[in-house]
């Protein structure tokens, strides 16, 4: 079963704030692995902003016994 987890709004902003700090800082010392991971955990941050939605729209739809 899939956890929810809450982010603040404030912590979410701060996180996306300084990401882009921390990625464009280290950028010149990173392995091509790291700078994909790296991206990655961009696109994350973005997801849980613009794609998740509100907590209050998620519906739980519990698997069947069955199968």
Same mark, same amino acid.
């Given at each position: 079963? #899939?956890?929810?987890?809450?982010? @603040?709004?404030?912590?979410?902003?701060? $996180?996306?704030?300084?990401?882009?700090? %921390? *990625?464009? #800082?280290?950028?010149?010392?990173? @392995?091509?692995?790291?700078?994909?991971? $790296?991206?990655?955990?961009?696109?994350? %941050? *973005?997801?849980?902003?613009?794609?998740?939605?509100?907590?209050?729209?998620?519906?739980?739809?519990?698997?069947?016994?069955?199968?």
């Amino acid at each position: 079963m #899939s956890r929810l987890y809450k982010i @603040t709004d404030e912590d979410l902003a701060e $996180l996306e704030k300084t990401l882009p700090k %921390l *990625s464009e #800082s280290l950028m010149i010392h990173l @392995t091509p692995s790291l700078r994909t991971s $790296l991206r990655r955990c961009k696109n994350i %941050l *973005s997801d849980v902003r613009w794609h998740y939605g509100p907590a209050e729209q998620v519906q739980s739809i519990p698997a069947d016994e069955d199968g």
